[in-house]
């Protein structure tokens, strides 16, 4: 069957390589679409934490079962399933106490271990979630919605709180997405005007800021001076991360939602005098999963207009390299087997 493997630093490669077999307590999925994640652009460029090469990339996968053995989810073989890439081992304090996205021994698909990107793969069938009555696409991009999600919840955000998502890419429209649907006023904040257009359009935002337009005067204009009670960072940007204890209210949350390969520093009376409390949201758990695909069968969110570029399998590492510029005004590619 064919992969395609990320070998280096800016090196893919389509390659020949052996079927997976049939193993108990797993399914063979047929993959049918697969998202390009941010993780699988900053592993191309060499910018992703946890990473080692060479490493088979995807892990936003819309899938079909193609052989597996009897199972308490009922799976039988052309149901179409999504998959929780994250790997856990089910021992760990963190696992026992339901926290499976943090792991202490997590092995994430396409970052730790080998990924879908490839026509067929095995995972266990407690990763898998049946998607009947949505479309191949809406199956893939359940993942990265799911991650936006699962911040909202962790950090207990309620209606008719303020919220400011840093950073428009796509895990950041999942989170206004969310904030929206949970009823949060939601403020977009991005360096670009077209991407906060698109939080306008897409995610309904309340209030848009450009970060590079005195946005700390504005947030606090938008806000009555007392700054949003909840601030989500969602850019993987080191400087952006350390800027945001300066916008977050007195008695606030601020949410890393991205992840950055740097040391991050903050000043201590800044965030002590608001009694801030700090989180990080890593992954998601079932229930953001199943609370996801809820609200796309709802058709609250929708999917046809988040998906903006998309290439045939044999044509993706062509198009790759293209993907990364922002010229090319990526919100969601997708790859189609």
């Given at each position: 069957?064919?992969?395609?493997?990320?070998?280096?630093?800016?090196?893919?490669?389509?390659?020949?390589?052996?079927?997976?077999?049939?193993?108990?307590?797993?399914?063979?999925?047929?993959?049918?679409?697969?998202?390009?994640?941010?993780?699988?652009?900053?592993?191309?460029?060499?910018?992703?934490?946890?990473?080692?090469?060479?490493?088979?990339?995807?892990?936003?996968?819309?899938?079909?079962?193609?052989?597996?053995?009897?199972?308490?989810?009922?799976?039988r073989p052309g149901d179409q399933?999504?998959?929780?890439?994250?790997?856990?081992?089910?021992?760990?304090?963190?696992?026992r106490h339901g926290k499976t996205?943090?792991?202490?021994?997590?092995?994430?698909?396409?970052?730790?271990?080998?990924?879908?990107?490839?026509?067929?793969?095995?995972?266990?069938?407690?990763?898998?979630?049946?998607?009947?009555?949505?479309?191949?696409?809406?199956?893939?991009?359940?993942?990265?919605?799911?991650?936006?999600?699962?911040?909202?919840?962790?950090?207990?955000?309620?209606?008719?709180?303020?919220?400011?998502?840093?950073?428009?890419?796509?895990?950041?429209?999942?989170?206004?997405?969310?904030?929206?649907?949970?009823?949060?006023?939601?403020?977009?904040?991005?360096?670009?005007?077209?991407?906060?257009?698109?939080?306008?359009?897409?995610?309904?935002?309340?209030?848009?800021?450009?970060?590079?337009?005195?946005?700390?005067?504005?947030?606090?204009?938008?806000?009555?001076?007392?700054?949003?009670?909840?601030?989500?960072?969602?850019?993987?940007?080191?400087?952006?991360?350390?800027?945001?204890?300066?916008?977050?209210?007195?008695?606030?949350?601020?949410?890393?939602?991205?992840?950055?390969?740097?040391?991050?520093?903050?000043?201590?009376?800044?965030?002590?005098?608001?009694?801030?409390?700090?989180?990080?949201?890593?992954?998601?758990?079932?229930?953001?999963?199943?609370?996801?695909?809820?609200?796309?069968?709802?058709?609250?969110?929708?999917?046809?207009?988040?998906?903006?570029?998309?290439?045939?399998?044999?044509?993706?590492?062509?198009?790759?390299?293209?993907?990364?510029?922002?010229?090319?005004?990526?919100?969601?590619?997708?790859?189609?087997?």
């Open positions: 069957m064919k992969a395609i493997v990320c070998e280096n630093i800016d090196q893919l490669r389509l390659v020949e390589t052996a079927e997976p077999t049939l193993a108990e307590g797993e399914a063979i999925i047929r993959i049918r679409r697969i998202g390009i994640c941010g993780t699988d652009m900053h592993a191309y460029k060499g910018n992703q934490p946890f990473f080692t090469y060479p490493r088979v990339l995807g892990h936003e996968l819309a899938a079909v079962v193609e052989a597996v053995g009897d199972n308490h989810l009922s799976l399933v999504t998959v929780i890439p994250y790997m856990h081992c089910g021992e760990c304090i963190a696992c996205n943090c792991c202490t021994d997590m092995k994430v698909l396409g970052v730790h271990i080998d990924g879908g990107m490839r026509e067929l793969i095995s995972v266990p069938v407690t990763h898998l979630i049946r998607t009947d009555g949505l479309t191949l696409d809406q199956t893939a991009v359940l993942e990265p919605l799911s991650i936006g999600a699962h911040a909202v919840r962790r950090s207990e955000l309620r209606a008719g709180e303020t919220a400011l998502v840093i950073g428009a890419g796509p895990i950041g429209l999942g989170v206004m997405a969310f904030a929206k649907h949970k009823g949060a006023n939601v403020i977009a904040m991005d360096i670009n005007d077209e991407r906060l257009a698109f939080c306008r359009d897409w995610a309904k935002v309340d209030h848009t800021v450009n970060a590079l337009e005195q946005a700390k005067e504005k947030i606090a204009e938008l806000t009555g001076g007392e700054f949003p009670t909840v601030v989500y960072d969602a850019t993987g940007n080191a400087r952006s991360m350390m800027n945001a204890f300066e916008l977050v209210g007195h008695g606030g949350r601020l949410v890393y939602v991205g992840l950055v390969k740097a040391d991050l520093s903050f000043n201590d009376p800044e965030f002590h005098k608001r009694e801030m409390t700090l989180m990080g949201s890593r992954n998601a758990t079932m229930e953001d999963f199943e609370g996801v695909i809820e609200a796309v069968r709802s058709g609250s969110i929708d999917v046809d207009s988040f998906i903006t570029h998309r290439a045939p399998f044999g044509e993706m590492i062509g198009r790759f390299e293209e993907w990364l510029k922002p010229e090319s005004k990526v919100i969601k590619a997708i790859v189609d087997l």
